[in-house]
């Protein structure tokens, strides 16, 4: 994570994206164990010794394992809907 700035929590959570229409969005409980940081281009989720879960309101809750991640803003376009849809890997 070179030349990356930690992202400052929002209510205790640290947003890894939001909707653009509903408000909801995909986020993680704001702890020592879990790290979300950007340069400005890139974000990067660092999850320490215990797995985090990520949230959203319409969606089941996930587990993600210990690990370095980059979170990835992936696009789908469909004829007459252009949405976003949004992952993590790493």
């Known amino acids: 994570m070179p030349n990356a700035n930690p992202i400052t929590p929002i209510h205790g959570r ?6 653009e229409q509903t ?3 995909h986020s993680i409980q704001a702890t ?8 400005g281009v ?19 809750t996930l587990t993600i394992v210990p690990g ?3 979170v990835i803003q992936q696009r ?11 992952r993590a890997s790493d």
Do not use: C
């Open 14 to 19: 640290l947003i890894l994206a939001e909707g």
């Open 23 to 25: 408000g909801h969005h």
């Open 32 to 39: 020592a164990n879990v790290v979300l940081m950007t340069n």
């Open 42 to 60: 890139e974000t990067f989720l660092q999850v320490q010794e215990h797995p985090a879960e990520l949230v959203h309101q319409e969606h089941s």
């Open 68 to 70: 370095d991640y980059e």
């Open 76 to 86: 789908r376009v469909t004829p007459g809907d252009a949405r976003r849809s949004y």
